[in-house]
C-alpha cells in the first residue's frame, strides 16, 4: 500500500482485515443474486457518480478495497481525494469481473458516502474559522472499528486528528481531575507514571474554570490546555490568561452557528465531536457502465 495515512496508522488498524472482516459480515457464503443473474467470466465497468456536492473522500479506500478484492481489477482515479465535487461528476472507473464488482459495491459506498459526509462537515467549519489560527479537530467519538476511516476523512475534509486513540496522548478529563483530588495531583501524577512508564506522551488537561488556569500555569508541566464549555467571551478571557505559555483547545457543543465567535478568540484548535458522530453521509452511487 503507497497511501501515506494507511502506512502511518498501520500498527493499530489491520486494513486488510477490516475488508476481510467486511466481507464475511456482508457476503456470508456467497453473493447468490450476482452468482445467479451474471456469467462468472463477464467483464464489466462501473463509474463512481457523485449525486451531491460536498468534498470527495474514500477515493484511495476504494482502491484498495479493490485491490485486496481482486488484483486484475483495472482503477482508474479520475477525482483525487479532498476535491470539492458537484452532482453529476464522476469520481473513479473500475473494470473487471462482473460479479466481483457489485459484491464489492456496497462496502465502497458505505465507506466512502460516510468518508465524504465527514470530510465536507469538516471543510464547512474549517472554512468558517478562515482568516484565523484555529484548527478543526475530531475526538474519540467515532464509530467503534470504523475510527480510521473517520479520522481519515476529518484529514481529507482539512482538519487534523486530536489523539488516534487513549494511547498516544495523555488527556486529563474532568473525571481524571476529580478522581486524582485536583489538577496540580493530577498533573503530578502523570509525570510520576511517565517516568515509571518510561513513556514521553504529550499532556493535555481540562479546565472548567479561569481559577483552574491560574493553577494549571503556576503548576506548568502540561502541552495544552482545554477550554470547556466556555463561552466566546469566556474563552477569550482564558486564551488572554494563559498568554501562549501552552497550547490551547475549546470544546463543548460547538457548531456552525458558534464556531466563528470561537476562532476569533485566538484559540489553536477547536474539536468537534459532532464531525464524526453527527455527520450525514454524502450521496454517491456506483453505475454499471453499459
Known amino acids: 500500500m503507497t497511501n501515506t495515512y494507511i502506512r502511518q496508522h498501520a500498527k493499530h488498524f ?4 477490516f475488508i476481510i472482516d467486511a466481507f464475511h459480515e456482508d457476503v456470508g457464503d456467497g453473493d447468490h443474486t450476482s452468482l445467479s443473474t451474471i456469467p462468472a467470466s463477464h467483464k464489466g465497468k462501473m463509474r463512481l457518480l457523485v449525486k451531491e456536492d460536498g468534498i470527495l473522500a474514500g477515493v484511495e479506500a476504494a482502491k484498495e478495497i479493490f485491490k485486496i478484492t481482486d488484483k486484475s481489477f483495472r482503477f482508474k482515479e479520475l477525482i ?21 464488482l457489485l459484491t464489492t459495491e456496497r462496502l465502497v459506498l458505505n465507506i466512502m458516502q460516510r468518508m465524504s459526509g465527514i ?59 476529580d478522581f486524582a483530588g485536583g489538577i496540580t495531583k493530577a498533573i503530578d501524577a502523570v509525570y ?62 460547538i457548531n456552525k452557528a458558534t464556531i466563528r465567535k470561537y476562532a476569533e478568540t485566538g484559540v489553536d484548535f477547536i474539536s468537534v465531536g459532532a464531525l464524526t458522530h453527527h455527520v450525514s453521509s454524502l450521496d454517491l452511487s456506483l453505475k454499471a457502465v453499459k
Open 119 to 177: 470530510a465536507t462537515h469538516t471543510d464547512q467549519l474549517q472554512q468558517l474559522c478562515k482568516g484565523t489560527k484555529a484548527k478543526v479537530i475530531d475526538t474519540r467519538k467515532t464509530t467503534p472499528g470504523f475510527r480510521f476511516f473517520e479520522k481519515w476523512a476529518v484529514v481529507i475534509g482539512g482538519g487534523a486528528n486530536h489523539r488516534y486513540g487513549l494511547f498516544d496522548m495523555i488527556l486529563v478529563k474532568d473525571n481524571h481531575i
Open 80 to 100: 483525487k481525494d479532498g476535491t470539492r465535487v458537484k452532482k453529476g461528476d464522476v469520481a473513479f472507473e473500475v473494470t473487471g469481473n462482473s460479479q466481483k
Open 192 to 253: 510520576a507514571y511517565q517516568k515509571k512508564t518510561k513513556k514521553k506522551l504529550k499532556i493535555e488537561i481540562e479546565v472548567r474554570s479561569l481559577e483552574d488556569i491560574k493553577e494549571v500555569l503556576k503548576r506548568g508541566g502540561v502541552d495544552r490546555i482545554l477550554i470547556d464549555n466556555f463561552t466566546p467571551a469566556q474563552t477569550k478571557k482564558a486564551i488572554e490568561l494563559i498568554n501562549r505559555k501552552f497550547q490551547t483547545e475549546s470544546s463543548g457543543g
Open 14 to 17: 489491520n486494513f486488510k482485515q
